[in-house]
């Protein structure tokens, strides 16, 4: 008795988990090779924390680690983000990839996964970076749930914010005005120069702007004191920047 093998093609689409998470992952080692988001990502923030080490700053405040992490978060969820998708859209990518089974929810959630999965990895280098350094945290329960929620809230902000520049401008003027944008509000945004630090009235403003709210929260979190203001300034901030995202975002340039 003899047995027939079928080889005939049997084309199809791979489950829909199966294709974000294939995507998610391809979208994290993109952005892990680049040497741009290398240098956004991980260089800058650990150079600042060792230079801090060796020079004394009452401006940056004994919390400058926490800031540190709120400066790595947006460097990904922001200014990463902005730039790689303004090129992919410029170079019609986005409108390729939009039209496959992976579809733009899938795309969009798999951009989301890489993002995540970066800004974990930032963290906990960060961290171990500035414990070897001697940073000594006080995180209680509650204060480390809020900088989580912190965390979350924020990169959804900065993602929505990202997404927003990379759907309207061209390539060339994402790459500029998100950069420019980054080094303004690492410097003035309540990043890693604390809010307190700044006159008063400044002072109130920049702790409604989602950077400054996110590194209030983290410096307030590392410290164990529990604090829901900045936690409200920044879901808010997530809610309007994610519905104007996907107002403003064009798939094709």
């Known amino acids: 008795m003899s047995t027939r093998l079928d080889f005939s093609p049997a084309p199809g689409a791979a489950p829909a988990t199966r294709r974000v998470i294939s995507h998610g992952l391809t979208e994290t080692r993109l952005m892990v090779r680049n040497g741009e988001q290398l240098l956004l990502a991980l260089i800058i923030p650990i150079a600042i924390l060792v230079a801090a080490r060796f020079l004394e700053s009452s401006l940056l405040g004994d919390q400058l680690p926490a800031s540190v992490l709120a400066l790595a978060v947006w460097s990904t969820a922001f200014t990463s983000v902005a730039i790689a998708t303004g090129f992919e859209r410029r170079y019609g990518v986005l409108e390729r990839l939009a039209a496959t089974p992976l579809g733009r929810t899938g795309l969009i959630t798999g951009k989301a996964m890489a993002v995540v999965i970066i800004v974990i990895g930032q963290l906990l ?129």
């Open 125 to 253: 280098i960060l961290t171990v970076v500035a414990v070897l350094l001697g940073w000594r945290p006080q995180f209680s329960a509650i204060s480390t749930l809020l900088a989580i929620a912190a965390v979350i809230l924020a990169i959804v902000g900065f993602v929505g914010f990202a997404l927003i520049l990379a759907g309207r401008l061209r390539a060339e003027a994402t790459l500029a005005l998100a950069n420019v944008i980054y080094v303004i509000l690492l410097v003035a945004g309540g990043l890693v120069v604390p809010a307190a630090r700044f006159p008063a009235p400044l002072e109130t403003i920049i702790g409604l702007l989602p950077t400054g709210a996110l590194g209030n929260e983290l410096r307030s979190a590392s410290a164990g004191v529990v604090d829901g203001w900045p936690l409200l300034v920044l879901a808010v901030w997530a809610i309007i920047l994610t519905f104007a995202a996907r107002k403003a975002f064009r798939w094709i340039s």
